[in-house]
Structures are given as C-alpha cells and as structure tokens.
C-alpha cells in the first residue's frame, strides 16, 4: 500500500521559513507529478505548488516566496517557504500522481502567527 509520509511543519513568525518534505514509498508505477495543495480553516482546498517531468507550476499566492523541488531517487517532494505570512496559515497536503491513482498524504500543520 502506498505511503506519504509528510514532515517539517510546526509554527513560525511571520516572515520566517519552513521546509515541508513528502516522502512516497511503495509506489510501483511511474510518478507524474507531486506537489502541495493546502486548507486553510474555512476554506477550500487549494493548490500551493506542483512539480511534475516538464515544470514547476505555482499559485499566484506563493509565487516567488515558495519554492518545490524533488528528488526522484527518494521519491521526496519539498517545499521551502520564505516569507510566510499569516494568510500562508494551513494544513498543507501533498501528493503524488501516477498513470492511474492520485495519493495523499495525511496533512500537516503550518502556522504562521506572532
């Protein structure tokens, strides 16, 4: 069974940065894209940054303040945040698309607050 395993976040100041890592094991098809969506209390959910073989692709609302990575051998996704603001406040989902399923993980907690 596939597994995400996220990590890294936690409470900050604003204007401070955070790193999220998303780690995918027991996937046995080829990874399309991976990225973070996030949910801010009372709000849909929304995408924050995708990585996939061709592109970066980010919302307007991180743009230039965050940045995706990956690293295809540890099917590791990161996101290091810069600049975060109280409106960056959310729980923070990852995921992982194959050919044929979308996986999530379990989410974690970001808090940008003074």
């Known amino acids: 069974q596939v597994q995400l395993v996220e990590s890294g976040g936690g409470w900050v100041q604003p204007g401070g940065s955070l790193t999220l890592s998303c780690a995918a094991s027991r996937i046995t098809f080829s990874i399309v894209a991976m990225g973070w969506y996030r949910q801010a209390p009372g709000k849909q959910r929304e995408l924050a940054a995708t990585i996939s073989v061709i592109k970066t692709n980010y919302s307007d609302s991180v743009k230039g303040r965050f940045t995706i990575s990956k690293d295809n051998a540890k099917n590791t996704v990161y996101l290091q945040m810069n600049s975060l603001k109280p409106e960056d406040t959310a729980v923070y989902y990852c995921?992982?698309?194959?050919?044929?399923?979308?996986?999530w993980g379990q989410g974690t907690q970001v808090t940008v607050s003074s």
């Open positions: 995921y992982v698309r194959t050919y044929t399923e979308t996986y």
